[in-house]
């Protein structure tokens, strides 16, 4: 759910989706701007290959660190293998620090055995090395991994090249279920339907999407699993029913339901099975559910006290707490990996915007300025957001690190592109 929906609570619509895991030709573009603080410079030597690689591997690597902010990628203009003599002097000459190389083959079963080392020029000693066997097919997401993994040994964090973003677009009277690499490349779309489609949400292992569709002439709560296709409908009672967010151990889903009356929230088993139980009792619309990454809290959207704010109450029992101040409407809560950091969407002066507040000290950050902003949602590392904006009548997806100093702009030409998910690392 999102500001466009809160307010008219309960939605009822049409649809009728088809099932399939279909690939979209029309990909992203992405538009970065802006750097980090400090930028560490590495230089990423062509690998060696026996010229018959059918996806360039180092592009990827250079794309993704690029992209990141961290890293000043440069290209050293020649090729290192993983076992190569390494001119130390030379790559310092180019401005590097580092120097990633390695080698590409083709193995008899048709995979592709890839082999990459990072090496400190300053130092003139290895970082490390490891290699990955993968099909053709799984060549830009091998890429990815490498992108990750020299991430993690420079600055000792987990890299998100890796993950995946779902996300709705709308095309005509079109509407499908994205999922995207993290830079809006290798896009598949598992569900397409006439009807709208909305609200998706990860499975806390990656395998599954839960999601509202309104083939039932009514908003409904389904289960879909990704590798499979099958889906199942895990909330369809009277009323409404919407916004689905996964426990952290993946065993259950809060929902906002209509079947009592207003908005409310309840737990539900991911599998369908068993009875509803009822969690916030308010006179108000309560919506928009998300757990604490440790599961004994739940944040939410309610107008209990006569305008939207974000609410926190703990599972275990007693009142919700009010979290938000620092405007009137505040909707939209997710909170970081590590528990620190909620994010939201917050009116001010007539501009809906993303805002990040820390929950130890109160302190609240704007970070988007678009004006027209929804759905934020963390990368699996905690240093991104990922939410929705519209410009010039289109509508886009915005990545920010936490810091504002880099953003990435996704547009599509395969229409308007909207309230995104962030993935779990790959498992």
Do not use: C
């Amino acid at each position: 759910m999102n500001r466009r929906t809160f307010a008219r609570l309960p939605l009822i619509a049409a649809a009728a989706p088809l099932l399939g895991s279909l690939p979209i030709r029309a990909q992203m573009r992405v538009d970065v701007s802006g750097v980090g603080a400090t930028q560490y410079p590495i230089a990423i030597a062509a690998f060696a290959t026996d010229g018959r690689v059918p996806q360039d591997v180092v592009a990827v690597v250079r794309s993704d660190l690029t992209r990141s902010g961290i890293f000043r990628v440069i290209d050293p203009q020649l090729t290192l293998s993983d076992t190569g003599a390494v001119d130390h002097a030379q790559i310092r000459a180019r401005g590097a620090d580092a120097v990633l190389g390695g080698s590409i083959a083709r193995l008899a079963d048709g995979r592709y055995d890839i082999r990459y080392r990072l090496i400190d020029v300053v130092r003139q000693m290895p970082v490390g090395g490891e290699s990955v066997v993968a099909p053709e097919a799984d060549l830009r997401f091998a890429a990815h991994r490498v992108a990750d993994w020299v991430y993690e040994k420079v600055t000792g964090e987990k890299g998100i090249f890796s993950t995946r973003v779902a996300f709705i677009s709308k095309q005509g009277n079109r509407y499908r279920l994205n999922i995207a690499d993290w830079d809006g490349e290798n896009i598949q779309s598992p569900l397409t339907s006439p009807e709208p489609i909305i609200s998706p949400s990860w499975s806390p292992d990656g395998n599954r999407l839960a999601y509202v569709s309104f083939e039932a002439k009514k908003p409904v709560v389904y289960v879909h699993t990704l590798a499979t296709g099958q889906r199942r409908a895990v909330a369809n009672f009277k009323g409404s029913n919407s916004a689905p967010a996964w426990s952290p151990d993946g065993s259950s889903l809060a929902v906002a339901l209509t079947r009592d009356g207003l908005s409310q929230i309840y737990l539900i088993g991911a599998d369908g099975t068993g009875p509803a139980r009822r969690l916030t009792t308010s006179g108000g619309i309560d919506t928009e559910p998300v757990f604490s990454p440790d599961g004994r809290n739940l944040y939410f959207t309610s107008d209990r006290g006569g305008a939207p704010q974000v609410y926190r109450m703990s599972l275990s029992g007693g009142d919700a707490v009010r979290i938000t101040f620092g405007s009137q409407y505040n909707v939209s809560p997710r909170v970081s990996p590590d528990g620190k950091t909620l994010a939201f969407v917050t009116r001010r002066d007539g501009r809906y915007l993303v805002a990040v507040k820390d929950l130890a000290g109160g302190a609240e950050r704007v970070l988007s300025d678009g004006g027209r902003e929804e759905a934020p949602s963390f990368a699996p590392n905690g240093r991104w957001l990922m939410y929705s904006t519209q410009a010039g009548g289109r509508d886009s997806l915005m990545a920010v690190t936490l810091d504002g100093r880099v953003k990435l702009r996704l547009n599509s030409s395969a229409g308007d592109i909207r309230e995104p998910t962030w993935g779990p690392f790959p498992q």
